[in-house]
């Protein structure tokens, strides 16, 4: 039976998996549902307009797909993909990566040895399709079998795409995060209204993650992204 799925932040409570689709779990069965829905509920009366749910779907299914073709062994494995109702259905062991180490880099080793070579070897195959990925909270990982496994992919370009403002996404960045980011944009004489290279919005992304990842991650992943 599914029910809705959070993150245990030590300090903070129940947090929200992800901040644009609805995150459910089926531990019994062991399924994890990502639903592009409109879900106040779950969502704390702050969910993105049906619009914008459409439009990050559309992405979520193209990349997820493009993936697919691409690098299977990275991809969480689907169970279940619904286009109508805008749901994907994975197979999973359990928590996803961040609520295995209670929601503390400080821990990722203690879950997963080998997750910085690993998470840097799936970065390097998004690039090698051709995909700039951004969503990379750490709670868009699980481990299966040893492996980490990937999803979440409304956050994706392709190289040839036309480049956005930042402004264009910034509904679905935490408050947190969009503070962190809106201080470096300042300090680089970035406005969050011009359009940059995909590269430079890659390491933007991953300044903004330094509270989630070692320095040793970011740098090595700012390398990836250029």
């Not at 689709?21 to 779950?42: A, C, E, G, P």
């Not at 090698?128 to 409304?154: E, M, Q, T």
Request: aromatic share 14%; proline share 3%; with cysteine.
């Amino acid at each position: 039976m599914f029910e809705y799925y959070y993150n245990h932040v030590p300090d903070v409570g129940l947090c929200r998996n992800n901040l644009v689709y609805t995150s459910k779990i089926d531990r019994q069965n062991k399924l994890f549902s990502v639903h592009y829905k409109y879900d106040q509920i779950y969502h704390m009366n702050k969910c993105l307009s049906e619009d914008a749910l459409e439009t990050r779907w559309q992405r979520e299914i193209k990349f997820t797909k493009q993936m697919l073709e691409s690098s299977p062994e990275h991809i969480l494995e689907i169970q279940h993909i619904d286009t109508d109702a805008r749901e994907i259905i994975f197979n999973i062991e359990g928590d996803d990566f961040w609520q295995l180490a209670n929601c503390n880099q400080e821990n990722y080793n203690n879950v997963l040895p080998d997750w910085q070579d690993q998470m840097i070897d799936i970065l390097k195959n998004y690039r090698r399709a051709g995909i700039w990925k951004y969503s990379l909270h750490p709670s868009s990982f699980f481990v299966v079998d040893g492996k980490l496994k990937n999803i979440n992919h409304f956050f994706c370009y392709n190289d040839n795409e036309q480049h956005v403002a930042i402004t264009e996404v910034l509904d679905h960045i935490s408050n947190d995060r969009k503070d962190k980011l809106l201080k470096y944009l300042d300090a680089k004489n970035i406005k969050v209204t011009d359009s940059a290279p995909w590269s430079t919005y890659g390491q933007i992304c991953l300044e903004s993650f330094k509270s989630n990842y070692p320095d040793s991650f970011i740098e090595r992943a700012k390398e990836i992204y250029v």
